[in-house]
Every structure is written in C-alpha cells, then in structure tokens.
C-alpha cells in the first residue's frame, strides 16, 4: 500500500515538473518573439516639466501604496519577467514620464539590484524606460540562458 501511495507521489510530481519545464519553455518562446519584433517607435514624448521634491515625493508615494514588486536580482526568468510585467501594469494605470518610470521602477529594487543599479545609473542619467528595459534584460535575463533555455527545450 505505501508503494503505491509513493508511485502516485513520484507521479505527481514528474506531471508537476513537466508542467513548470512547459510554462518556462512557453515563457522563453514569448521573450525570444518579442526581442525578434521590430521594435515600434517610442510614442512621442510629452514635454517634461520640471518636478520639485515635494512632487517626486508625491509621485513616489502614490507609486507605493499600489505596492509594486521588488525585484532582488539573480538570475531567475520567471522573477524577472514577473517584476518587469507587473511594474508595467502600474504604468499603465499610472501616466508617468519615461524617465519617471525609471527612477519609481528603480526604487523597488533591493540588494544586489539595488546595487547593479546604483553602477549603472551613475553613467545613464535620464534613461528612459525603453533604455533601462534594455541593461535590464541583459543583465537579469542575459542572451547565453535564454539562448541554453531555447536548445533545452
């Protein structure tokens, strides 16, 4: 009787493995798609008004209390893709500039993140959102594993 019941437990959970090797293999396939798209040009962008600190803040304060994702870092696709998409999904309910999206993203990363992110903006004031998208995926989501992850499945 415990063999059986342990038969079906190893069972589970090859059926259970299989399914998170599909998702993975399924979420590749989308992030290689969209890097294979000719990129669409950026919209045009608004004319920036000059915030004080008191509007940063504001923007800041407002940004949080939807609680955005924090992102730690390391190399995990399916963390990275999911801070990446649900930071967007604030972004839409939220019209911020690009370069504003940037510093609110930014400021919910931690740990090693935090710190990738401190070495590069110290060379990329005013990036935009496209821009930091971009050193993002290279750096949290490098071609070499998306590449392995694609011949793997």
Same mark, same amino acid.
């Given at each position: 009787?415990? %063999?059986?019941? $342990?038969?079906?437990?190893?069972? $589970?959970?090859?059926?259970? /493995? =299989?399914?998170? #090797?599909? /998702?993975?293999?399924t979420?590749t ?5 969209r890097?294979?798209?000719q ?10 008004? #000059?915030?004080? %600190? $008191?509007?940063?803040i ?5 940004? /949080?209390? /939807?609680k955005? *994702?924090?992102?730690?870092g390391?190399?995990?696709p399916?963390?990275?893709?999911? !801070?990446?998409? #649900?930071?967007?999904?604030?972004? #839409?309910?939220?019209p911020?500039? &690009?370069?504003?999206k940037?510093?609110l993203a ?8 935090r710190? !990738?992110?401190?070495?590069?903006? $110290?060379? =990329? &004031? %005013?990036?935009? !959102?496209?821009?930091? =998208? ?7 989501? *490098? ?7 694609v011949? &793997?499945?």
């Amino acid at each position: 009787m415990d %063999n059986a019941r $342990s038969d079906d437990t190893a069972g $589970s959970s090859d059926a259970r /493995m =299989n399914r998170m #090797e599909q /998702m993975l293999a399924t979420l590749t396939e989308v992030v290689m798609q969209r890097q294979r798209q000719q990129p669409l040009p950026p919209p045009p962008l608004p004319v920036q008004v #000059e915030m004080g %600190n $008191s509007d940063i803040i504001t923007m800041t304060q407002k940004f /949080m209390k /939807m609680k955005p *994702p924090t992102f730690l870092g390391g190399i995990e696709p399916l963390k990275t893709e999911t !801070w990446l998409l #649900e930071t967007e999904k604030l972004f #839409e309910v939220f019209p911020y500039f &690009e370069v504003q999206k940037v510093l609110l993203a930014t400021y919910t990363l931690k740990d090693e993140a935090r710190r !990738w992110w401190l070495l590069v903006r $110290s060379g =990329n &004031e %005013n990036m935009t !959102w496209t821009q930091f =998208n971009t050193v993002f995926y290279d750096k949290y989501f *490098p071609q070499c594993f998306r590449d392995r992850k694609v011949s &793997e499945f």
